[in-house]
């Protein structure tokens, strides 16, 4: 199975940028279909962004399309989250997830493995 370790998270002002990473080990990277979620403190955890496995397709939730990107090295064996445009209610601790089907789906149940979180934090 793969274990996942995410980085990158800390404080930004609205209007910065952060990148996250989420590194794999265990098993390879290019065998899974990856996702970011983020979960702020008492609200549910939800999809931000995901990535197909095999083609690489795209998908993010509307309150972040156009400002965040998600990208993969195999080789490198990381998932990345690029994000723009930081405004204050990105605030949450962001996940990534792992699912070894190839259909890249938004709920967090279609996830087997799931990395510890680092937290981002968009305030002046």
């Known amino acids: 199975q793969v274990q996942l370790a995410e980085s990158g998270g800390g404080l930004v002002q609205p209007g910065g940028s952060l990148r996250l990473s989420c590194a794999a080990s265990g098993r390879p990277l290019s065998a899974y279909t990856m996702a970011w979620f983020r979960q702020a403190p008492g609200t549910a955890r939800e999809f931000v962004a995901g990535?197909?496995?095999?083609?690489?397709?795209?998908l993010y939730a509307d309150s972040v399309k156009g400002r965040f990107t998600i990208s993969r090295d195999n080789a490198a064996n990381t998932v990345y989250l690029q994000m723009n445009s930081l405004k204050p209610e990105d605030t949450a601790t962001y996940y990534c997830a792992a699912d070894a089907t190839p259909v890249l789906r938004t709920t967090l149940e279609t996830y087997d493995y799931w990395g510890q979180g680092t937290q981002v934090t968009v305030s002046s």
């Open positions: 990535n197909r496995r095999g083609s690489g397709m795209a």
